[in-house]
């Protein structure tokens, strides 16, 4: 499956971005639905992830009642919606699809271009 990551951008300190992620493909809905980050000169790493039809989420605890994934299979689209967000939330930020609910990106096959999320202090 085909990722287009897009909704980055330059945010202040407590401010909110949505960022989405389409995926190609009349396969979506088989596909478990992740989102990762990484930090300049840090390694990727997991943000939250998105279950098939009927299974919930999970999230990293740095994120956990901040962001909130979602996902509308109508439309083949995955969003992850960060408020409260801090400067330590910088990083470009990429989805990626799985047949598995993993947080480790390795179990992740597909893989969007990443955008940039920039939070000011």
């Known amino acids: 499956v085909q990722l287009q990551a897009f909704g980055g951008g330059l945010v202040a300190a407590g401010g909110s971005l949505r960022l989405s992620c389409v995926a190609s493909g009349r396969t979506f809905n088989s596909y478990v639905m992740g989102w990762f980050r990484q930090a300049p000169g840090s390694e990727r790493e997991f943000v939250a992830y998105m279950g098939k039809i009927g299974a919930g989420p999970k999230y990293a605890d740095f994120v956990k009642g901040r962001f909130t994934i979602s996902r509308d299979n109508a439309k083949n689209t995955v969003y992850l919606q960060m408020n409260s967000l801090k400067p330590e939330d910088t990083a470009v930020y990429s989805c990626?699809?799985?047949?598995?609910?993993?947080?480790?990106?390795?179990?992740?096959?597909?893989w969007g271009q990443g955008t940039q999320v920039t939070v000011s202090s």
């Open positions: 990626a699809a799985s047949r598995f609910r993993s947080s480790s990106p390795d179990d992740y096959r597909d």
